[in-house]
Nanobody
Framework: QVQLVESGGGLVQPGGSLRLSCAAT????????IAWFRQAPGKEREGVSC???????YYSDSVKGRFTISRDNAKNTVFLQMNSLKPEDTAVYYC?????????????????WGQGTQVTVSS
């Protein structure tokens, strides 16, 4: 059974940094696109960033210039480096995997989802 396991969330002060990890089991990242989504309380889930099998990346406007997505196919892991964090970045962050090449953050295009990791930005 495919599993995506997120880690690295926590409490951080505004302006701080966190690095999220998404480890995949029974699923190869070689031919897939991996994305990060987030959901704040009372809000809909929104796309944050994605990375394709060839390393192409896409970011939502709200995180562009602050977040960096990367992947290590040998370790079957995708990372999200989050810098200059703001209180509005507070949410549960989910990683998701979809087959093929896609530079889109449409929820329906991702087949597998992790359980999420909480990120709280607060002083």
């Amino acid at each position: 059974q495919v599993q995506l396991v997120e880690s690295g969330g926590g409490l951080v002060q505004p302006g701080g940094s966190l690095r999220l990890s998404c480890a995949a089991t029974k699923f190869t990242l070689d031919y897939s696109t991996i994305a990060w989504f987030r959901q704040a309380p009372g809000k809909e889930r929104e796309g944050v960033s994605c990375i394709t099998s060839d390393g192409s990346t896409y970011y939502s406007d709200s995180v562009k210039g602050r977040f960096t997505i990367s992947r290590d196919n040998a370790k079957n892991t995708v990372f999200l480096q989050m810098n200059s964090l703001k209180p509005e970045d507070t949410a549960v962050y989910y990683c998701a995997a979809g087959w093929g090449f896609k530079l889109r953050l449409a929820i329906s295009e991702y087949d597998y989802w992790g359980q999420g990791t909480q990120v709280t930005v607060s002083s």
